[in-house]
């Protein structure tokens, strides 16, 4: 089994920033990947950033230079830095591991972007 504890969420105005954390119970480099993703209402959740087992990184279109995602090994936790926030970011942030064939995932953070 395996725990992943988000927090970072909250309320922020168009170009500002989050740092969204995720904390695993386990190990990070136990994982094949690691990583984030979102839902907003109405839609599907998609990939936002994510970490190979190699330790490549992955970003969707929509947030390349302006999403940074990163780990700390020794805390077993990744972050994913969000900067000039615009209302479409808006959205429910999941941490996602895959981990022995099943895929895992936190309770969600959300994320608003308004003014």
């Known amino acids: 089994q395996v725990w992943l504890v988000e927090s970072g969420g909250g309320l922020v105005q168009p170009g500002g920033s989050l740092r969204l954390s995720c904390a695993a119970s386990?190990?990070?480099?136990?994982?094949?990947?690691m990583g984030w993703y979102r839902q907003a209402p109405g839609k599907q959740r998609e990939l936002v950033a994510v970490?190979?087992?190699?330790?490549?990184?992955a970003y969707a279109d929509s947030v390349k230079g302006r999403f940074t995602i990163s780990r700390d090994n020794a805390k077993d936790t990744v972050y994913l830095q969000m900067n000039s926030l615009e209302p479409e970011d808006t959205a429910v942030y999941y941490c996602?591991?895959?981990?022995?064939?099943?895929?895992?995932w936190g309770q969600g953070t959300q994320v608003t972007v308004s003014s």
């Open positions: 386990r190990s990070i480099f136990s994982f094949n990947t």
């Open positions: 996602n591991a895959y981990f022995r064939q099943y895929d895992y």
């Open positions: 970490f190979s087992s190699g330790g490549t990184t």
